[in-house]
């Protein structure tokens, strides 16, 4: 089993959409929640970041946290088609004193925004 | 302030040959850490280095090497190529904290084709 497990779509909606992506973790000790946003033949660039459970907004971006489902959500407000990409959700155990933290990835979920 | 950077930007090599794959970190930035991204998928930790010494490793065989210099800027080397080792390789900088916000930035990859 995948300690992290993302729906890979691909997700194909509307300009103005409400996107909703999600992601489910196994690992009790997962306390840092990111998602990443990877246009085609680049790197993933950051987006959102949390830590505590609840919800966190910026912008057309809400990140939601549910520690005690282990469950991982972002939702995308009046989508545009430049929000079309792959998003990855990433999980972080805290840093121990003599080493770094390192991310553990879901699959990913391809979407696309249609004008 | 100039990002991630890193070289080459693809790479085409055939099965036994050996490969070095380049990293400088963003500007501040004292680690690296590597991850391998076949397509489709999300990233894999392969291993992180700061202070110049691997500091963590994944589920990755000894076939796959690093160095960090004193600069921070870091190598990966690939042994004995496969097949499989066909992926987006990934270089993320992060600030070594030992403790919470380590947030990784990743650069653009190198695209290794592997026949």
């Known amino acids: 089993q995948k300690e992290v497990e993302q729906d890979p779509g691909p997700l194909s909606v509307p300009e103005g959409a409400i996107v909703s992506l999600n992601c489910t973790y196994s690992?009790?000790?997962?306390?840092?929640f990111m998602w990443y946003r990877q246009y085609s033949r680049k790197g993933p660039e950051l987006l959102m970041y949390?830590?505590?459970?609840g919800n966190k907004e910026d912008g057309r971006f809400t990140a939601q946290v549910d520690k005690s489902s282990k469950y991982i959500s972002l939702f995308i407000r009046d989508s545009q088609p430049s929000d079309s990409a792959t998003y990855l959700c990433a999980m972080i155990i805290p840093a121990q004193e003599t080493s770094g933290s390192r991310l553990t990835f879901g699959e990913g979920t391809q979407l696309t925004v249609n004008p | 302030d100039a990002g991630v950077t890193q070289s080459p930007t693809h790479l085409i090599k055939t099965r036994g040959q050996q490969v070095t794959l380049r990293c400088s970190p963003k500007s501040g930035h004292d680690t690296v850490s590597w991850y391998q991204q076949a397509l489709g998928q999300g990233p894999q930790f392969i291993f992180q280095y700061y202070e110049e010494e691997e500091r963590q490793r994944g589920n990755f065989p000894d076939r796959f090497s690093g160095h960090q210099f004193p600069n921070y800027s870091s190598e990966l080397n690939v042994n004995a190529l496969l097949l499989g080792d066909s992926a987006l390789y990934l270089c993320?900088?992060?600030?070594?904290?030992?403790?919470?916000?380590?947030?990784?930035?990743f650069g653009p990859g190198t695209r290794l084709l592997v026949l």
């Open positions: 993320a900088s992060s600030l070594h904290h030992g403790g919470i916000r380590e947030t990784q930035y």
């Open positions: 949390t830590y505590s459970s």
């Open positions: 690992n009790s000790a997962f306390q840092y």
